[in-house]
């Protein structure tokens, strides 16, 4: 195994033992969870910061919510397509979610330049966006707006949307927040 591909095997094993201990984990359940030695962990990573500051940069790529988009079948009515990329943002969102506020509450917080944390947020939007504007493309011909702008009103309205409901516990499904994304929050005359 090649040193990029053991320290992506880490980092995927401590990420959930990160949601589940904070940077309380210890050595050896990380190195249980990675199938290692503690001292191999110790020869791919100088620390536990420079691993946990790797876990926090992976747990905010958007690569894994990107390829459930992308299998999405676009020949699925476009609400399901909604749905099905609603559900894998959501998720996505959960996890970045769960990480924070359990590493933030152990006292770690990931040491990053603002502009750079301002960078990846703005690239890892902008792929989510065009992902989600492939979604759109088929109906582009029936839509108010070009499919880049629909999308982008889409990802704004979910994510806006689930962070305010989950404070107040009164969220509304997927398929109501699709609903009334695609018709409007009028009821039909």
């Known amino acids: 195994m090649s040193a990029d591909e053991r320290r992506r095997m880490i980092v995927q094993s401590v990420l ?21 030695g503690e001292g191999t962990v110790f020869r791919v990573f100088k620390d536990k910061d420079e691993l946990f500051a790797t ?8 690569d894994q919510v990107l ?9 699925q009515s476009l609400d399901d397509r909604l749905i099905e990329a609603a559900d ?5 969102l959960q996890r970045m979610g769960a990480l924070m506020a359990v590493m933030h509450g152990s006292g770690r917080r990931p040491e990053h330049r603002h502009d750079d944390r301002r960078d990846r947020r703005k690239e890892s939007m902008s792929a989510m966006r065009d992902a989600m504007a ?32 989950s404070e107040t516990g009164d969220e509304p499904t997927t398929m109501e927040l699709v609903d009334v994304f695609l018709n409007g929050a009028l009821a039909a005359a």
């Not at 050896?28 to 290692?36: D, H, K, T, V």
């Not at 876990?55 to 958007?62: G, I």
């Open 16 to 36: 959930p033992l990160l949601v589940e201990h904070g940077a309380g984990v210890t050595s050896s359940q990380i190195a249980r969870a990675a199938g290692i």
């Open 88 to 92: 894998a943002l959501s998720a996505h």
């Open 55 to 62: 876990c926090f940069a992976e747990a905010l790529k958007p």
């Open 134 to 165: 492939e979604l759109f493309e088929p109906e582009k011909d029936r839509l108010r707006l070009p499919p880049s702008q629909s999308a982008a009103l889409f990802l704004s309205l979910l994510f806006s949307g689930r962070i305010r409901f």
């Open 67 to 75: 390829d459930a988009i992308a299998v999405i079948d676009l020949d």
